[in-house]
C-alpha cells in the first residue's frame, strides 16, 4: 500500500510539476505580451500628453484668453431682484445691462440640515453671451469609507484644482478643454459676504468646448469654502463651491469678457434673506 501510494505521490508530483512548467510558459507568455503592449502604448500616451500640453498652451496664449479684462462699469445698468416664494422676500439681486433678459431660481433643500440654494442668470436676447451662477455643489471627500451623504457628493480628496478638474468641469460642462485653472483674489469676481471661518478661497478656470457645433470660451469663477467637519476618528471633509460660468461664442468672448465679470460681481444675497433661510435650515445662506 505504501508503494503504491508512493508511485501515485511521485506521478502526481510529476504531473504538478509539469502543469506547474506550462502555467509558467503561460504567464510568461502573458507578461511579454503585457510588457510589449505598455512598450507600445507608452510613447502613445505620453505623446498624446504633450500634444495636449501644446494645445493648452496654444490657447491660453490665444486672443480668446491672452488679454485680462477688468469688470464694466455696473452704474447704469438694470437690477434684477429674485424673490424666493417661501418668503416673499428678495432673496439675490445683480445689476444686467438693460436689453439683456435675467432670472433666477431658489432651491429649498428637501430635509433639514443642508442650506437653501439658488441660480441666476442674465444674457442677450440671442444668448450669444450668459452669466450664471450654478446651484452650489457641496462636496466630501476623505475619511475611512467616504460615501455620498444627502444633498453632498464624493470629491477626491487631492487640490482643488484637481477637483475642479475632474469632477466640477465634467458634472457642468461635459467634454470641456481645460486651458487652465488658477488660484485668485475671490474679491476680484464675487462680492458675497462670506464668514472669515469659512476660509474661502477663489479658483478661475479656463474652458473651451462646442456648443451645437460652435466653438464655445467659459470662464468658471469657483469660490471654494470649508463646512465644519463631522465628529468621529475618521473625519471626512466637508467643503463646497459656488461657481458662477461666464460663457460666450469663442470669437465674442474677448468683447464681452469684461461685462459678463461685472454682472458676477454686482450679485449677492440680502442680509434679511440669508437670516430668514438660516432660521429655517439651521445653516447660513454662505455663498
Same mark, same amino acid.
Given at each position: 500500500m505504501s508503494d503504491d501510494w508512493g508511485r501515485k505521490l511521485s506521478r502526481f508530483g510529476n504531473d504538478l510539476a509539469a502543469g506547474l512548467k506550462d502555467?509558467?510558459?503561460?504567464?510568461?507568455?502573458?507578461?511579454d505580451k503585457a510588457r510589449g503592449y505598455v512598450a507600445e502604448q507608452g510613447p502613445q500616451s505620453e505623446a498624446q500628453r504633450q500634444a495636449e500640453q501644446q494645445h493648452r498652451w496654444e490657447r491660453a496664449n490665444?486672443?480668446?484668453?491672452?488679454?485680462?479684462?477688468?469688470?464694466a462699469d455696473t452704474l447704469e445698468w438694470a437690477t434684477y431682484e429674485l424673490t424666493d416664494p417661501r418668503s416673499q422676500q428678495v432673496a439675490v439681486t445683480f445689476r444686467h445691462p438693460a436689453d439683456w433678459n435675467a432670472g433666477g431660481q431658489v432651491m429649498w433643500p428637501a430635509g433639514p440640515g443642508l442650506p437653501v440654494k439658488y441660480a441666476i442668470g442674465t444674457s442677450p436676447a +440671442?444668448?450669444?453671451?450668459?452669466?450664471?451662477?450654478?446651484?452650489?455643489?457641496? !462636496?466630501?471627500?476623505? @475619511?475611512? /469609507?467616504?460615501?455620498? %451623504?444627502?444633498?453632498?457628493?464624493?470629491?477626491s480628496g487631492g487640490l482643488m484644482q484637481d477637483v475642479i478638474a475632474t469632477a466640477l468641469v465634467p458634472k457642468?460642462?461635459?467634454?470641456?478643454?481645460?486651458v487652465s485653472i488658477d488660484?485668485? +483674489?475671490?474679491?476680484?469676481?464675487?462680492?458675497?459676504?462670506?464668514?472669515?471661518? !469659512?476660509?474661502?478661497? @477663489?479658483? /478661475?478656470?479656463?474652458? %473651451?468646448?462646442?456648443?451645437?457645433?460652435?466653438?464655445?470660451?467659459?470662464?468658471?469663477?469657483?469660490?471654494?469654502?470649508?463646512?465644519?467637519a463631522a465628529n468621529g476618528?475618521?473625519?471626512?471633509?466637508?467643503?463646497?463651491?459656488?461657481?458662477?460660468?461666464?460663457?460666450?461664442?469663442r470669437d465674442l468672448?474677448?468683447?464681452?469678457?469684461?461685462?459678463?465679470?461685472?454682472?458676477?460681481?454686482?450679485?449677492?444675497?440680502k442680509p434679511e434673506w440669508d437670516a430668514y433661510a438660516a432660521q429655517q435650515t439651521g445653516w447660513p445662506v454662505l455663498v
Open positions: 502555467t509558467g510558459k503561460l504567464l510568461k507568455s502573458d507578461i490665444s486672443p480668446t484668453w491672452v488679454a485680462p479684462a477688468q469688470a +440671442d444668448a450669444s453671451c450668459v452669466a450664471e451662477r450654478f446651484p452650489r455643489s457641496d !462636496l466630501i471627500s476623505g @475619511g475611512l /469609507l467616504t460615501t455620498a %451623504e444627502p444633498g453632498r457628493e464624493p470629491a457642468l460642462r461635459r467634454g470641456a478643454f481645460v488660484p485668485v +483674489d475671490p474679491a476680484l469676481y464675487l462680492s458675497q459676504r462670506m464668514d472669515p471661518r !469659512l476660509m474661502g478661497q @477663489g479658483f /478661475l478656470a479656463c474652458l %473651451e468646448y462646442d456648443r451645437n457645433g460652435v466653438p464655445w470660451a467659459d470662464e468658471f469663477v469657483v469660490l471654494r469654502y470649508q463646512l465644519p476618528l475618521m473625519q471626512e471633509l466637508r467643503f463646497g463651491a459656488a461657481i458662477w460660468s461666464l460663457n460666450a461664442n468672448f474677448p468683447s464681452v469678457r469684461a461685462t459678463l465679470r461685472g454682472v458676477a460681481l454686482s450679485a449677492a444675497s
